[in-house]
T-cell receptor
Framework: DQQVKQNSPSLSVQEGRISILNCDYTNSMFDYFLWYKKYPAEGPTFLISISSIKDKNEDGRFTVFLNKSAKHLSLHIVPSQPGDSAVYFCAASVGGSEKLVFGKGMKLTVNP | NAGVTQTPKFQVLKTGQSMTLQCAQDMNHEYMSWYRQDPGMGLRLIHYSVGAGITDQGEVPNGYNVSRSTTEDFPLRLLSAAPSQTSVYFC???????????FGPGTRLTVL
């Protein structure tokens, strides 16, 4: 049973607009969440994270929102750039442990 | 710093053969992990280590062995390769003070 779900496999947006990537989780013990970006033939790269004691974390163009009651988090990219085109993975852990559980990923395409 | 390096980049094995995937990091990170990524499955944790001499199982450990004799190296051994082990393998590391992991470029393994 998938504990971290990224239900939309792909998203296409225009350059300059907002990209919203969603992630749902089922394990209420998860208390640390991360987003990774992955280009083809490369390893994932850390993007941004959030602890369950917060409901929002910002880093430049990237903002992650956490709704604990809904077990839902989202990644907002504003403004979107063509270089943001990649596969984005949501991941979760308990207590920041090594046992990261990843979603299946979502392919974002930003069109010029 | 070279970061996390993995060798080989590509490997083809026959069923029943054994091999070792190499992973090294030069950042003096305490934590190291091995993941596999299958199409449509996201990344799944195979084994991880919290320091030299200490390893533990992840979500999908069967068919794989690991050891951690030094801080820098964390090899993954396939004792008797099976077609179900065809996948892309990623090694990752992180320091104790950070929750985000740094990934290597991956090894694409095909078992015939």
């Amino acid at each position: 049973d998938q504990q971290v779900k990224q239900n939309s496999p792909s998203l296409s947006v225009q350059e300059g607009r907002i990209s919203i990537l969603n992630c749902d989780y089922t394990n209420s013990m998860f208390d640390y969440f991360l987003w990774y970006k992955k280009y083809p033939a490369e390893g994932p790269t850390f993007l941004i994270s959030i602890s369950s004691i917060k409901d929002k974390n910002e880093d430049g163009r990237f903002t992650v929102f956490l709704n604990k009651s809904a077990k839902h988090l989202s990644l907002h990219i504003v403004p979107s750039q063509p270089g943001d085109s990649a596969v984005y993975f949501c991941a979760a852990s308990v207590g920041g442990s090594e046992k990261l559980v990843f979603g299946k990923g979502m392919k974002l395409t930003v069109n010029p | 710093n070279a970061g996390v390096t993995q060798t080989p980049k590509f490997q083809v094995l026959k069923t029943g053969q054994s091999m070792t995937l190499q992973c090294a990091q030069d950042m003096n990170h305490e934590y190291m992990s091995w993941y596999r990524q299958d199409p449509g499955m996201g990344l799944r944790l195979i084994h991880y280590s919290v320091g030299a001499g200490i390893t533990d199982q992840g979500e999908v450990p069967n068919g794989y062995n690991v050891s951690r004799s030094t801080t820098e190296d964390f090899p993954l051994r396939l004792l008797s390769a099976a077609p179900s082990q065809t996948s892309v393998y990623f090694c990752a590391s992180r320091p104790t003070v950070l929750n985000e992991q740094f990934f290597g470029p991956g090894t694409r393994l095909t078992v015939l």
